[in-house]
């Protein structure tokens, strides 16, 4: 079974700063991998995705994300964080082989709660 | 585009009652997803439909929760009776499995049982 483990459920930092949140996923197919935001009282919005090709990703926001094959990770980076940036956010990794047991769903981490501090 | 659209956004109930959230997804979306949250649980997936069959729903919590999708374009999720653990949000989502299953979420309906 597919599982996703984000290793901090919290982390703090201070605007201006640089910050990386860490995912990694234990699957043994290939997959698709997902960050997600949520914002306070609000529904999961896409923040990037790695499907393949390269594997520095960029999304939204000024956050971009690097798929590692070797260490089955997917961190997601943003070099200079703002207050606006405070939220939860979620990895996510989905089967990519059509028909497999797994496709057509995401698995989710289980969050990880960003704070910029002023 | 209209995104996944989700009601109601809050709901209070009294223990006992039925509860009927609804969806519409996103039009050309072939999978349709039932989350819900928790801040004890997390994100959980209750159940999934593909072409509007349900293909996984292994993570309904009980008999008391069941869903439907009669078409493309609307699902529901009904909690008959209610209880006051089934306070979460719950969440509906969308994809297209050719654009890469990229999940699509709604707002979200919160349900308070009292």
């Known amino acids: 079974a597919q599982s996703v483990t984000q290793l901090d459920s919290q982390v703090p930092v201070f605007e201006e700063a640089p910050v990386e949140l860490r995912c990694n996923y234990s699957s043994s197919v290939s997959v698709y991998l997902f960050w997600y935001v949520q914002y306070p009282n609000q529904g999961l919005q896409l923040l990037l995705k790695?499907?393949?090709?390269?594997?520095l990703v960029k999304g939204i926001n000024g956050f971009e994300a690097e798929f590692n094959k070797s260490q089955t990770s997917f961190h997601l980076r943003k070099p200079s964080v703002h207050i606006s940036d405070t939220a939860e956010y979620f990895c996510a990794a989905g089967g990519n082989n059509a028909g497999g047991t797994s496709y057509g769903k995401l698995t989710f981490g289980q969050g990880t709660i960003l704070t910029v501090h002023p | 585009d209209a995104g996944v659209i989700q009601s109601p956004r809050h709901e209070v109930t009294e223990m006992g009652q039925e509860v009927t959230l609804r969806c519409k997804p996103i039009s050309g979306h072939d999978y349709l997803f039932w989350y819900r949250q928790t801040m004890m649980r997390g994100l959980e997936l209750l159940i999934y439909?593909?072409?509007?069959?349900?293909?996984?729903d292994s993570g309904m919590p009980e008999d008391r929760f069941s869903a439907k999708m009669p078409n493309a374009s609307f699902s529901t999720l009904k909690i008959q009776p209610s209880e006051p653990r089934d306070s979460a949000v719950y969440f509906c989502a969308s994809s297209f499995a050719l654009s890469g299953n990229t999940i699509y979420f709604g707002e979200g309906s919160w349900l308070t049982v009292v």
């Open positions: 439909f593909n072409n509007n069959v349900p293909i996984d």
């Open positions: 790695y499907l393949s090709g390269s594997t």
